[in-house]
């Protein structure tokens, strides 16, 4: 059973700094590389930090210098550091194993970044 739990979100101001965390099944986690994507009103969802299970870790453009994504392999953890956060980051918030995701996702959580 694929489970997929993530928290931590919430409203800030720009330039705040917020940190997310996913718990996630065995069946997702173990070997692969986690992810954490989002997804904006009106847009695609997007891939915005990986890592894979040996530390290996990619980020977008538009994050990178801002996000660190980190992993707990003993607790099946994945987390996601988000700092000088802008209103263009303002999304609900996803893990999932890295590209390609599988179903059925988590519910997310939604970050507000507003003044």
């Known amino acids: 059973q694929v489970q997929l739990v993530e928290s931590g979100g919430g409203l800030v101001q720009p330039g705040g700094s917020l940190s997310l965390s996913c718990a996630a099944s065995g069946s997702i986690f173990s070997r692969n590389a986690m992810g954490w994507y989002r997804q904006a009103p009106g847009k695609q969802r997007e891939l915005v930090a990986s890592?894979?299970?040996?530390?290996?870790?990619n980020y977008a453009n538009s994050v990178k210098g801002r996000f660190t994504i980190s992993r707990d392999n003993s607790k099946n953890m994945v987390y996601l550091q988000m700092s000088s956060l802008k209103p263009e980051d303002t999304a609900v918030y996803y893990c999932?194993?890295?590209?390609?995701?599988?179903?059925?996702w988590g519910q997310g959580t939604q970050v507000t970044v507003s003044s």
């Open positions: 999932n194993k890295a590209l390609p995701p599988v179903g059925p």
């Open positions: 890592m894979t299970s040996g530390g290996n870790t």
